[in-house]
């Protein structure tokens, strides 16, 4: 038997973004967000509402990153999901986040979280809150890479979002090939 619960906002997994941006004055500024993936080839669509700090300085310097939060910084995280940068100045300082400016855009790569999504503004919806951004770079750290030069998920611990409980995942174990398993069911 199935449960009906209307419309809400759950999917999983539900990935966890740190999206930052500088201010006009080079002020980095970060949020926690839930609502994105890719939109296309080398794209990436966040909803963000247009009152956040964060958003605001993306349609002012064009730029942003986009890192995944991890199992090791799910404090600091959380914190700059629940603590407004128009109400606290020193936000990222407080989060324990320390900022290089990105090579590719105008845009602050938190050294604490290992991978990074460095993006060019596209567009944004004021009505439906949709933000594009072009994917001009990923950069990951040396510590988070497998013998095979790639991302190695168990290292990276990325954490996940479950909207029914409120509480953060860490992503499991390997189930599964992609694009090898179901070649067992064809003809």
């Known amino acids: 038997m199935r449960q009906n619960f209307g419309i809400k906002t759950w999917l999983y997994p539900m990935p ?3 999206v930052a ?38 349609l002012a310097t064009k730029a942003f990153t986009v890192s995944m939060a991890t199992a090791e910084q799910v404090v ?41 999504l460095e993006c060019e503004f596209v567009s944004y919806d004021e009505e439906t809150n949709h933000l594009i951004g072009k994917i001009v770079n990923v950069s990951v750290d ?9 991302i190695d998920l168990d290292k990276l611990q990325p954490i996940t979002y479950d909207p029914c409980s409120h509480h953060y995942h860490v992503l499991g174990s390997k189930v599964g090939n992609a694009f090898a398993d179901g070649k067992k069911l064809k003809g």
């Open 16 to 18: 966890v973004f740190i």
């Open 21 to 58: 941006a500088y201010d006009a004055n080079g002020v980095p500024n970060a949020m926690n967000a839930a609502w994105g993936g890719i939109h296309t080839d080398d794209m990436v669509g966040i909803c963000l509402a247009e009152g956040h700090k964060t958003t605001q300085n993306i």
């Open 76 to 116: 600091a995280c959380d914190y700059v999901g629940i603590v407004s940068g128009n109400k606290e100045a020193d936000k990222f300082a407080k989060a324990g986040f320390h900022a290089v400016k990105s090579a590719f855009v105008n845009a602050p790569i938190i050294e604490e979280l290992p991978m990074t």
């Open 142 to 150: 040396d510590s988070v890479l497998g013998e095979n030069g790639k």
